[in-house]
């Protein structure tokens, strides 16, 4: 059996990186989420070329959760598996993320914010994975029973007892990422990253001055679902293909891919071209525009849609023309 060996130009490629807001901690500015094609269902060796592939192209960022799957907690397994057959050399190169907050077993203690559910997720979760530490500990959403206090203390106490380096929330509007950061900052563990869905037809973040709060509280901020899952690509261009996520119509339902966003979409991809970049490649780098955003986290089918996706970097700024022609079509 070959034993991988990572790129010794990995770091001399075109992949940036960022500072967490006013932390220590550099992230890519592309990430790699394990949301979709890591779980229980599919092919482990496909799975081994992805994290390989990008860890070879400076991806040094692999983001999961308690329940990523379809079967929850095996992702975590598979990329357990992976880290510590091949990448265990490599792990003080790597950041590791996972998160608590959805249902994962029966009874009153298996999902949102509790204490009990939280420190328990967590221990599964490096037991999973058979880490010592995880480097982000997410909530993974808020939890409209548990007081605050206890959720953001949990997170905390993950962190002082070294089975997480760093606080991480998801899914947090404004208001309660600065009421979450200051109870973290309380604890003595500042508040890191915030972790929220936005693309160009999702884009309730602005309006609710989310990254002015990160920055006021001094976190980083990182997006996912930054192609809408596909419609931000030409994937859908010539109808929904078979096997597609649409198909499946668990996160993505077909009724979402309208007439109205499949024309914005292909108006943006002629821009695309014009710039000499993909559709996709476009949105990824409008999601890191003007250096608001740390870092966008891409999913992917196979180790050619990451290599694809990192070219992103070649190419992040925009004129002022090229944004408002953005949003002309966009309206």
């Known amino acids: 059996m070959s034993v991988y060996l990572a790129d010794s130009k990995r770091y001399e490629g075109t992949m940036e990186y960022q500072r967490c807001g006013k932390s220590g901690l550099k992230l890519p500015r592309i990430s790699l989420g394990l949301w979709h094609n890591f779980g229980s269902v599919d092919d482990f060796e496909n799975q081994k070329k992805m994290i390989f592939k990008a860890f070879d192209l400076g991806i040094t960022h692999f983001d999961l959760a308690n329940n990523y799957g379809p079967e929850p907690g095996s992702a975590e397994e598979n990329f357990g598996r992976i880290i510590n057959q091949e990448l265990k050399s490599y792990r003080d190169e790597i950041i590791v993320s996972t998160k608590a907050g959805y249902g994962m077993w029966p009874g009153p203690y298996g999902d949102f914010g509790s204490r009990k559910y939280l420190i328990a997720s967590l221990n599964q979760s490096l037991k999973r994975m058979n880490l010592e530490y995880v480097d982000i500990f997410y909530h993974h959403r ?34 309660d990422t600065k009421k979450a950061a200051a109870l973290l900052k309380a604890n003595g563990t500042p508040l890191l990253i915030n972790q929220f869905r936005y693309n160009m037809f999702d884009r309730w973040s602005e309006e609710d001055g989310l990254l002015d709060a990160l920055d006021e509280v001094g976190a980083g901020s990182i997006t996912f679902s930054p192609l809408a899952q596909g419609i931000l690509s030409t994937k859908y261009f010539n109808g929904i293909p078979e096997n597609s996520r649409a198909t499946r119509g668990v996160f993505l339902k077909k009724e979402f891919i309208t007439e109205e966003k499949i024309s914005k979409a292909k108006k943006l991809n002629e821009m695309a071209l014009d710039r000499g970049q993909s559709l996709s490649q476009m949105a990824l780098a409008w999601n890191l525009r003007k250096n608001r955003v740390t870092s966008v986290l891409i999913g992917a089918h196979n180790p050619e849609q990451i290599e694809e996706n990192v070219k992103t970097v070649q190419k992040l700024n925009f004129t002022d023309s090229e944004l408002n022609e953005i949003e002309a079509i966009l309206k």
């Open 142 to 175: 808020p939890d409209p029973e548990t007081p605050l206090e206890e959720t953001m203390s949990a997170v905390s106490d993950s962190i002082k007892c070294g089975k997480a380096l760093y606080a991480g929330i998801s899914n947090y509007h404004a208001e």
